[in-house]
């Protein structure tokens, strides 16, 4: 018997991926850049063992037992490692012993914080210390193929995702733009709104996206190539004021076209909508961007502030939105440094 057990990181986007050219591969129609949570507050951690005398593979997610054999993204994953192992000419693991996985997260499933990245990024990552592989760029194409959004999550800091342009997807793959250490005074605060379980899941929204948003292909097109440059430079330019105002326009934008899609999606609420105003309010008395708001699928609020200004930004939410604004008393959880 042999194991391995790896803690993984929360991402957020802060130009979305919002669409895919493949669905098997997970191939995304645009690039997209976020940047990597300390494990400190929310990430998932997975054991993997394998052994001669397990019969079969079998997973436990948070505890409960979830259908190995029926998710086609889990074998899909399984798959590539074995590939990878064979071509590293690895020999730890014998192809045919099973594998048992055991993964928990301390942060709501499905509720639109990035659980499928950190989750399936530490199912990869797992995987290639049991078996020997390296992490390298290619590695990160095993974990797009689990759920798009984790071949960010391998690398800490400022990590963009690249669209590729090949069918079998080999160059779509995720790089670090730049690693915590380049801005140690960039923090996360995350406001949970809402812990339950999205309406609509992102694989399913973003399809229903590509078929009916006339708006997407405008997005794909125009807007998300230029945000990546502008971005990139204001990353390597620490520029608080460029990086605040790409961040919550893409936030805008991706929301703007899940309204766009037939039936909409709708995945801010009241709460979420009173956060963006209350940004805005905030940055035009302090005089310029001091926070920047941006929303995944879900109404859960994720504020970048540089860390000079966290304590002033904390006081002024807890003055305007009363305590049960948010739907339990961790919603100040996941104040973070991204980590290299
Ligand atoms: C809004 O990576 O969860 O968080 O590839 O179908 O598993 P699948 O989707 P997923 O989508 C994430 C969408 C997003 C934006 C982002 O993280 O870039």
Redesign the pocket.
Known sequence: MISATCVAPVNI?LI???GKRHEDL?LPVND?I?MTLSTDELCAKTTVTASESFETNRMWLNGEEVPFEGSPRLQRCLKEVHRLAVANGSQKVPPSWKIHIASVNNFPTAAGL?S??AGYACLVYSLSRLYDIPLNEELTTVARQG????CRSLYGGFVQWHRGALDDGSDSVAKQIAPSSHWPNMHVLILVVNDERKKTA??KG?QQAVKTSQLIKHRVDKVVPERITQLREAIANHDFQTFAEITMKDSNQ?HAIALDTFPPCVYMNDVSHRIVSFIHDYNEIMGGYHAAYTF??GPNACLYVLEENVPHLLDAIQKVFPSDSFDSDTYLRGLSVPKV
């Open positions: 986007a979305k991926y919002w997970i997209s976020s990035a499928s990245a759920s798009g959004s984790a992102s694989t973003m991706f995944d699928a």
